[in-house]
């Protein structure tokens, strides 16, 4: 695994709202960007979260929670996280793709995300990392950029990069510009937003092969920096 040389630090205040955040399943928001979504809401900086797929592949062989009960479920833990960091439901939008396919629906991803950003056009988003190593957040750069205003500043967040990241993944040198924002007063509500995702800390007992986050993994996203990669035009 590389390691990034160390950002300056992000000020939420220097990122113009409406700004959206994408995220490729639920939970990916809470993850990668909790603090700083906190924080930029405690501002009175107008934040909206678009959620791409379903989040309904996670424990596949679940007979208790099969697809369709565990998506409906992961969207309500999405908007109750959401809520936590200050983001009210009137401010979600969910286009339910199917989860671990979203290279598959490129195009429609696009569509969909474009229509939705008409409601209040993003003056920032907040996306994946382009090479963050999960195939549905590498699924989601490039419909996405695609779909936002040429005006709009985008930031790539890091979910599993620190976790699964072999050097390639990183950037390049000067690729990006990378940004770190510190949870700081903002971890107790990060962690709350994260704890929101019940189905993906353990709560499914009858699926043994499903997914479920790390502990550490938990721990280190509350305590450590948010990263954000900024592409260098």
Known sequence: MAALVTGAALDPGTLAGPVWVVAPHPDDEALGCGALIAALTDAGTEVWALLLSDGGFSHPASATYPRERLARTRLDEWRRGLG???VPATRTVALGFPDGALSAHAGAVGAAARAAFRAAPPATALLPWKRDPHPDHRATWDPLR??????CRVLGYTVWLQERGQDADWPAPGEAHPWTFPPGQWAERKAAAIA????Q???ITDDPGGFTLAPGMVSRSVQDPETYLEVIQ
């Open 201 to 203: 800390l353990g709560a």
């Open 84 to 86: 936590t960091l200050g």
């Open 146 to 151: 695609a779909a936002l205003p040429d005006s």
């Open 196 to 199: 929101a995702h019940a189905t």
